[in-house]
């Protein structure tokens, strides 16, 4: 739902947004952090993305997949002009920044609660983020199935 939403609004700003998504491989996450995590990755992905002058260069990839036991989240977008970091973070640029700046230590608490990393990289003209979280291994009860056996 949260992707169908997001593309709507990317489609209204002229902006292209490709995704390949397997939902399954963060089932071990609570509805609200994935909303969450996508929610404020693909708010700051549009955000930057839609001050690219370049209509053709207006593009945002996601995807979602299994990497080796960890669920591999990476979302890239195209910007124009100067990044500031601080900490590893980039610094908002919204005048009033007081208030702003929170979706990406929001991504990063969720990955870190997992066991996980958040990194945010850029690179011609290119602004990534990577997500990885041990993915967790489901066991099955067995006394719990013959329990229910008949």
């Not at 292209?16 to 963060?26: C, P, R, V």
Request: net charge positive; aromatic share 8%.
């Amino acid at each position: 739902m949260l992707l169908a939403e997001r593309s709507i609004v990317c489609k209204g700003r002229g902006i292209q947004l490709d995704y390949i998504a397997d939902g399954a491989k963060l089932d071990f996450l609570k509805p609200g952090e994935v909303y969450s995590l996508f929610g404020n990755a693909l708010d700051n992905a549009i955000e930057g993305t839609a001050k690219v002058a370049d209509p053709e260069r207006r593009l945002i990839h996601l995807s979602v997949a299994r990497q080796k036991g960890f669920a591999a989240i990476r979302i890239e977008n195209c910007y124009d002009g100067e990044l500031q970091f601080e900490n590893g973070l980039p610094v908002t640029t919204k005048a009033d920044g007081r208030y702003h700046g929170f979706g990406v230590k929001s991504i990063q608490n969720t990955a870190t609660k997992y066991g996980g990393t958040a990194t945010i990289t850029t690179h011609d003209g290119w602004f990534e983020l990577r997500v990885l979280i041990p993915m967790r291994q489901k066991t099955v009860s067995y006394t719990h199935l013959r329990a229910h056996e008949t």
